[in-house]
């Protein structure tokens, strides 16, 4: 089965820090450029994070600039969010996200997010 499963997220304490994991099954995420997206509530889904297929290249939303961390292990089929200094408005439902173009198609697949809660 096709899916990514996203996992590490919690409640933690203004400062604190916290590491997301999404790993892939049923397809390989070497050719995917993979994403971390956030929603909190009321709010629209917004891009944390993204990472080229073969992680030459990292973009980062300007909030998160500086604090957060996104990495990927294609042998192990996972990637990372390492989340430092969290603040109360990193609080919100992390996605995962693979998407990759072949001939002008896009292919793209959503994990069920992980919940990450800071407050004091």
């Known amino acids: 089965q096709v899916m990514l499963v996203e996992s590490g997220g919690g409640l933690v304490q203004p400062g604190e820090s916290l590491r997301l994991s999404c790993a892939a099954s049923?397809?390989?995420?070497?050719?995917?450029?993979m994403s971390w997206y956030r929603q909190a509530p009321e709010k629209e889904r917004e891009l944390v994070a993204s990472i080229s297929s073969i992680g030459d290249s990292t973009n980062y939303g300007d909030s998160v600039k500086g604090r957060f961390t996104m990495s990927r292990d294609n042998a192990k089929n996972t990637v990372y969010l390492q989340l430092n200094s969290l603040k109360p408005e990193d609080t919100g439902v992390y996605y995962c996200?693979?998407?990759?173009?072949?001939?002008?198609?896009?292919?793209?697949?959503w994990g069920q997010g992980t919940q990450v809660t800071v407050s004091s």
């Open positions: 996200h693979a998407q990759r173009t072949v001939f002008l198609r896009t292919y793209d697949l």
């Open positions: 049923g397809f390989t995420i070497s050719t995917y450029t």
